[in-house]
């Protein structure tokens, strides 16, 4: 089964807040999104992987169900998010 959830984040004095899905139990698998998508793309592949791993996909800033950082940010402020 796959849950969804939110988490409130800050970077660099800025909160936002972050969706992400979780399935499964042992190690994690952090399963980041191809650019303009969301994790909605890993579901078939997090219910065949949670019997293995702790699958989490977060959507990225500004995709998904994510807040998108503030103004007009570059490549830095993505790899800091």
């Known amino acids: 089964m ?3 959830h939110f988490i ?3 970077t660099n004095g800025n909160k936002r807040r972050v969706h992400y899905r979780l399935a499964g139990s042992g190690p ?3 399963m980041v ?3 303009p998508r969301s994790s909605k ?5 997090m219910l ?3 019997e293995h791993f702790t699958c989490i996909a977060p959507d990225t800033p ?3 169900q994510s807040d998108a950082l503030p103004g007009n940010p570059e ?4 790899a800091d998010a």
């Open 41 to 45: 793309e890993y579901e078939p592949l």
């Open 33 to 35: 999104h191809q650019s």
């Open 8 to 10: 409130d984040v800050e």
């Open 28 to 30: 994690p698998l952090l």
């Open 2 to 4: 796959i849950t969804r």
């Open 62 to 64: 500004g995709f998904g």
């Open 48 to 50: 065949k992987w949670a």
């Open 75 to 78: 490549i830095n402020e993505y």
